[in-house]
Nanobody, 121 residues
Framework: EVQLVESGGGMVEPGGSTTLSCTAS?????????MSWVRQAPGDRPVWVAD????????HYEESLKGRITISRDNAENTLYLKIDYITTRDTAVYFC?????????????WGQGTQVTVSS
C-alpha cells in the first residue's frame, strides 16, 4: 500500500519561492523507488514536473521549468522535496508526489491528496 502525504503549500507572492514536502509511509519502499512531482492546475489535467531516481543521483525536469525548480529527497526521512523559485501565477496548482519516473508513473490513486500552491499578489 502506498501512503503519501504532501505538505508545504499555501499562498505565495509572484517572484517568491516555496518548498513542498512529501512523506511516505505505510510500508511503501520509498528508498528504492524513483519519485516524481506532478501538478494539476484548476480545470486542467495533471502534468509531470520533475523526477528523481532512488538514490538522488539523477534528476529530470520539465523543460519549461528548468532553472526554477529543484527536486531532492532524504531517504532517511522517507521524504521528497520540491523547491520552486521565481514563482509565477502559472505555478498555481495542486502538487502531488508520485511513485515512479516520468515514463512510469503510478496511478493517481497512489499520489496522495496533494498540496495546494496559490500564487497571487
Amino acid at each position: 500500500e502506498v501512503q503519501l502525504v504532501e505538505s508545504g503549500g499555501g499562498m505565495v507572492e509572484p517572484g517568491g519561492s516555496t518548498t513542498l514536502s512529501c512523506t511516505a509511509s505505510g510500508g511503501f519502499s520509498f528508498r528504492t523507488s524513483d519519485m516524481s512531482w506532478v501538478r494539476q492546475a484548476p480545470g486542467d489535467r495533471p502534468v509531470w514536473v520533475a523526477d528523481i531516481d532512488s538514490d538522488g543521483g539523477r534528476k529530470h525536469y520539465e523543460e519549461s521549468l528548468k532553472g526554477r525548480i529543484t527536486i531532492s529527497r532524504d531517504n532517511a526521512e522517507n521524504t521528497l522535496y520540491l523547491k520552486i523559485d521565481y514563482i509565477t501565477t502559472r505555478d498555481t496548482a495542486v502538487y502531488f508526489c508520485a511513485p515512479g519516473g516520468r515514463y512510469n508513473l503510478a496511478g493517481k490513486n497512489d499520489w496522495g491528496q496533494g498540496t495546494q500552491v496559490t500564487v497571487s499578489s
